[in-house]
């Protein structure tokens, strides 16, 4: 079965540092991944995907994500933390395909600081 | 803009009731899921439906059921609330895709509280 771990519950930056999110995953096909980002109080809200195109994939708000298929890895990076990108973050893989079901990681919350 | 609405933001219900809570798409979405969230568990699946009438089991179903009357609405129901049931719930909807991109779209939530 497909999974994902976030190896770090919670992450904290300044201001203007860069932000690495890590997250490995476990498939045994070519999945689909994604990472979602909660808000306090908000919905989540897609940030980027995965779906075997480019291998470097640029999401929303400066952030993006490498698929590194040798390391099973699927990290997300922004170069420059802001105040608003504060939130919890979901690294996602895609399940069985046609259904559309999505396996989640267990989220690591961004903290960033003045 | 795609959307999907839930009833209630926030509920607070009692021990043994039965509760229902609503989700509506717009997009004519043929998959609408139930998740809920806790601390450090992340998003767990309870049920999911891939067609009007059509219900299928996620991974935690105990305690829950579903109806989908109409494409748009999926109802999760909690036939006797348990305390152990108090939690976010998050409604999600889908197209189903001919490739491996399976974007799912997700309501603002509902938090449950059963005293």
């Known amino acids: 079965a497909q999974s994902v771990t976030q190896l770090d519950s919670h992450v904290s930056v300044s201001e203007g540092t860069p932000v690495l999110l890590r997250c490995n995953y476990s498939s045994s096909y070519s999945p689909s991944l994604f990472w979602y980002v909660q808000h306090p109080n908000k919905g989540l809200q897609l940030l980027l995907k995965?779906?075997?195109?480019?291998?470097l994939v640029k999401g929303i708000n400066g952030f993006e994500a490498e698929f590194k298929k040798s390391e099973t890895s699927f990290h997300l990076t922004k170069p420059s933390a802001h105040m608003s990108d504060a939130a919890e973050y979901f690294c996602?893989?895609?399940?069985?395909?046609?259904?559309?079901?999505?396996?989640f990681g267990t989220g690591t919350r961004l903290l960033v600081s003045p | 803009d795609v959307k999907v609405t839930q009833s209630s933001r926030y509920l607070v219900k009692r021990t043994g009731e039965k509760v229902f809570l609503e989700c509506v798409q717009d997009m004519d979405h043929e998959n609408m899921f139930w998740y809920r969230q806790d601390p450090g568990l992340g998003l767990r699946l309870i049920y999911f439906s891939y067609d009007v009438k059509m219900k299928e089991k996620g991974d935690i179903p105990e305690g829950y059921s579903v109806s989908r009357e109409k494409k748009e609405r999926f109802s999760l129901i909690l036939e006797s609330a348990s305390t152990n049931q108090t939690s976010m719930y998050l409604c999600?909807?889908?197209?189903?895709?001919?490739?491996?991109?399976?974007?799912?779209?997700f309501g603002p939530g509902t938090r449950l509280t059963v005293l």
């Open positions: 995965y779906t075997s195109a480019a291998t």
């Open positions: 999600a909807s889908s197209i189903t895709g001919t490739g491996s991109y399976n974007e799912q779209f």
């Open positions: 996602v893989v895609s399940d069985e395909w046609g259904f559309q079901k999505l396996v």
